[in-house]
């Protein structure tokens, strides 16, 4: 196709035999009776194109998946919460730029104004309840309640960032929209739904499941890879509704996306609401819109959602203009529903859409700025800190192969002048690239580039080395109050290295990074532990910084 055709798509697409076989293709490696699996969804503006099973949904039992099967879709579960929100919001029950507290009044006052509309675009600054609740104790298959998210939140002293200044993704909020509809509403987010969202559409299949105790009949089951081959079962233990917690199926998910263009359930005004992206304080434009993420595909606009929960993945995703819609549920951990999806629109759609975007070989230009051709894994090896002294990106190199450590190793795979991208198949299109060599070789800055964020620039730093005096002063127990538990911090004199104890959990092993600074992994998902002195030098507690949470504080006991 063309450019300029590229540039006017049609919704006259066509599934045929050619079609099913290119899409059943995608999906071969789980259409087996031994491995879990993942169930297809295809829409045409809400009515079911195509739909199929793949894999088992049971391994105990010999169970495989068909489209009636029910799965969990962790965070796709927002955009009905935020419909809860939108639908009370018309009736006059609420304003979304009512302050939080007027509903939830024991939540902290942090000195400025956090409205249920930062909630919705994660732009609150509230520190994510996941991660707070490992850092206080929680393992993954503890039981995670309403009330234990509440206890930790009232606990706060600090924000991530000023209200509305930042996106940065925040389970919290959505939590909090729960207990907003149920004090509002009076019913419960389960209750509220069912009766004026789920029920209305005849998705028969779909709850907000808020005890995890209940039988659910046609449930499946999720796993993730065990060490050695084979499976895990990896169930999550949720009474939390609201971020998370949606049951459904990809033919009730039909429905649901149907009202997109019906408007049944909402309006025209709200369904056009819930698709509009917030603007930061600065006015800039955000991409996250109520519990739906915006952008692009193939010079289409994409309206969507990704979820992930213990053993469960999925992906939403539509094409407005194609009235087009996707959606991929699995119950295996190791799996790329976004991906996948990606791919069955490039094999439904194909020449509709403009060309793929891919990390082309940069052209020769690119080696005046004095970058090699090739850059070796080995060159590029090394840890490198923002320009904000905020994080770091870590980069290995093991048998000429580099890798990014981010929440797992990253495979950079080479793409000439000094490029690399990460695998997309393990996760986002992260790509590095190497802006200036040093003179011993060494690529002395990198540029991180993320989709849907700025571009960062990192510079390489030499690691500090720590005596055992050095390190023996870090070494004490450590109280959160925050958290309400505390850390032990053991000076390992013989690897130079600090290690993070705790109950119930395995040691974490810290490496010098600055003055005062240690760390582990990189990037967003990274951890930075910063220690404070008081005027004799004495250490006297400690920050943590580790993905969705910043500076939250530890005092030495």
């Known amino acids: 196709m063309t450019s300029s055709a590229a540039a006017q798509p049609t919704r006259d697409w066509v599934f045929d035999d050619a079609a099913r076989a290119r899409v059943d293709a995608i999906f071969a490696p789980w259409a087996t009776t031994s491995t879990p699996g993942m169930s297809l969804g295809i829409y045409r503006a809400g009515e079911i194109v195509y739909t199929n099973g793949y894999g088992m949904s049971n ?67 509230l520190r994510d309840q996941w991660a707070l609740l490992r850092m206080a104790g929680w393992r993954s298959e503890d039981l995670v309640t309403e009330d234990d998210v509440l206890d930790l939140l009232t606990r706060q002293t600090a924000l991530n960032f000023a209200p509305n200044s930042e996106y940065l993704y925040s389970n919290t909020g959505y939590t909090l929209l729960a207990v907003i509809v149920r004090r509002v509403s009076g019913k419960t987010l389960r209750q509220f739904a069912h009766e004026r969202i789920f029920a209305p559409l005849g998705m028969t299949s779909t709850h907000f499941h808020d005890d995890h105790r209940e039988i659910v009949v046609g449930r499946t089951q999720a796993y993730e890879p065990r060490t050695g081959g084979g499976y895990h ?6 009474d939390v509704v609201g971020t998370t917690s949606l049951f459904t199926t990809v ?5 649901w996306d149907a009202n997109f263009t019906t408007a049944q359930i909402g309006g025209p005004a709200i369904i056009e609401q819930i698709q509009t992206p917030g603007t930061f304080t600065d006015g800039t434009a955000m ?3 109520w519990g739906l993420m915006t952008g692009e595909y193939r010079g289409a606009k994409r309206v969507g959602h990704s ?38 629109v490039d094999a439904v759609l194909g020449d509709h859409l403009a060309p793929a975007t891919t990390f082309a070989v940069p052209t020769a230009a690119s080696a005046s700025a004095g970058i090699p051709p090739i850059v070796s894994a080995t060159a590029l090896a090394g840890t490198y800190r923002a320009a904000d002294g905020a994080s770091y990106a870590t980069i290995t190199s093991r048998d000429g ?35 200036s060599v040093q003179e011993d070789g060494l690529v002395g800055e990198i540029a991180v580039v993320t989709p849907g964020e700025p571009t960062a ?38 690897a130079g290295t600090l290690l993070v104890r705790r109950r119930k959990f395995a040691d974490q092993t810290l490496t010098p990074l600055d003055a005062d600074v240690f760390g582990r992994g990189s990037l967003a998902f990274g951890t930075i532990v910063t220690f404070a002195r008081d005027a004799s030098g004495t250490v006297t507690g400690f920050r943590y910084t580790a993905g969705r949470i910043r500076n939250l504080v530890f005092t030495k006991r």
Request: charged letters at 20%; a negative charge.
């Open 59 to 125: 391994l105990e039992h010999g169970i495989p998946i068909v489209p009636g099967s029910i799965f969990h879709i962790a965070s796709i579960s927002k955009q009905f919460t935020d419909m809860s929100i939108a639908l009370l919001q018309a009736e006059g029950a609420l304003n979304v730029d009512d302050d939080v507290r007027q509903y939830v009044p024991e939540m902290p006052d942090f000195g400025t104004t956090i409205t249920i509309r930062h909630l919705i675009h994660h732009v609150s600054g």
């Open 233 to 238: 079962v990896s169930i999550p233990v949720f």
């Open 251 to 255: 033919e009730d998910l039909a429905k």
């Open 287 to 289: 991409t996250y819109a």
């Open 307 to 344: 979820g992930a929960d213990h053993g469960y993945r999925a992906d939403y995703l539509r094409l407005p203009e194609f009235g087009f819609t996707a959606v991929v549920l699995s119950n295996i951990a190791d799996s790329n529903p976004g991906l996948l999806t990606q791919r069955v």
């Open 401 to 435: 192969v580099a890798s990014l450590e981010s929440w797992e190793s990253l495979t950079l795979n080479v793409i000439g002048n000094g490029r690399f991208v990460a695998d997309a198949a393990v996760g986002p299109a992260i790509r590095i690239e190497a802006t």
């Open 457 to 494: 620039t990192y510079t390489r730093v030499d690691l500090p080395t720590r005596d055992a005096d050095a390190l023996a002063a870090y070494a004490g127990e450590y109280w959160s109050d925050e958290l309400g538990v505390a850390y032990e911090i053991v000076a390992d004199r013989v």
